[in-house]
């Protein structure tokens, strides 16, 4: 898969449990995905994803590759998760090793697959004060935050935890059926609301038992997805200090379940599956792109 600094570069069409997934190997080269490219290759319904995982060279000692995380929408994102999977997956089986370190906007982290072919992957540790999410107002308490939507004396959803996983997530606790509310509609609106200066991927969370939680997630700059693996993660450290849930649960989401712990040195873990849908190669400026006939 390794690119070789000329103008297209290969990618992997992959999914993390229906997290639709373009990973694009930029190694040797100077160019980046550029937010055009983004979009163009968004538009077409065989390369419809919700992130692209840029694996770039190195740019700290000690880790394996720099890895760039861009958003249909063409925005920067800290954080994904299930992408991060997909990133593990593709670059065992090409080097076949099982364990890697990472640099991303988030910081560092690891991933490692293991026999059965499940990927953990350490998210690195959660921050709950106001200013690191970042909230545009300051709350003490960030386990409940004053924010609604609905009308004012019946809110249809109203006082998320907020959480960053490197990338901010608001989550909605709610007693029912998580699939009974319109999230395609409230979803941009929290998303794009003034209390999130940098957005927010927006979930409703319903935790039947403290090992398990039921989620659907809006993602900033991309929108409904099959899962959200840093909204798996939110979710659970919320769910935890919030009292809901225990720091282990299986967090299932539209794709299928994923297994997130928040281990005692505070670090959060996430495993689940990845997937290899087909390869081609695409021109990162324009979002030009060919499909391979090879397998
Ligand atoms: N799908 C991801 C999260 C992607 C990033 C998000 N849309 C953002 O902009 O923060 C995951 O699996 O974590």
Redesign the pocket.
């Known amino acids: 898969m390794r690119g070789s600094g000329v103008s297209r570069v290969p990618f992997l069409k992959m999914n993390?449990l229906g997290?639709q997934?373009v990973v694009a190997d930029m190694r040797g080269s100077k160019a980046r995905v550029t937010p055009e490219a983004a979009i163009a290759i968004n538009a077409q319904p065989q390369t419809k994803f919700?992130?692209i995982m840029a694996i770039h060279d190195a740019r700290t000692p000690g880790t394996d590759y720099y890895i760039e995380?861009i958003?249909s929408d063409g925005?920067?994102?800290?954080?994904?998760?299930?992408?991060?999977r997909c990133v593990v997956q593709a670059l065992g089986a090409e080097e076949g090793r099982r364990r890697f370190t990472f640099e991303t906007l988030a910081g560092i982290l690891f991933g490692e697959e293991a026999e059965d072919g499940q990927i953990t992957v350490d998210?690195g540790t959660p921050k709950f004060a106001w200013y690191d999410i970042p909230l545009n107002e300051e709350f003490a308490d960030t386990r409940q935050v004053e924010l609604q939507i609905g009308p004012i004396d019946a809110p249809v959803l109203h006082s998320p935890s907020v959480a960053s996983?490197?990338?901010?997530?608001a989550t909605f606790w709610v007693k029912d059926d998580v699939w009974s509310y319109a999230l395609d509609r409230f979803g941009p609106l929290l998303e794009n609301h003034p209390l999130f200066p940098e957005?927010?991927?927006i979930s409703i969370a319903n935790v039947p038992a403290p090992d398990r939680i039921i989620l659907r997630?809006w993602?900033?700059?991309?929108g409904l997805?099959e899962?959200?693996?840093?909204?798996?993660?939110a979710a659970l450290v919320n769910g935890a200090r919030t009292r809901r849930t225990a720091r282990k649960a299986t967090v299932t989401v539209p794709g299928g379940d994923l297994v997130v712990e928040w281990l005692d040195n505070d670090h959060v873990t996430?495993t689940g599956p990845a997937e290899f849908e087909w390869r081609g190669d695409l021109d990162p400026a324009t979002g030009a792109w060919t499909r391979s006939e090879a397998a």
């Open positions: 993390g997290n997934i919700d992130q995380i958003n925005s920067r994102a800290q954080a994904c998760g299930n992408g991060m998210m996983m490197g990338n901010p997530h957005r927010a991927n997630t993602e900033r700059g991309a997805t899962a959200c693996g840093t909204a798996a993660c996430l």
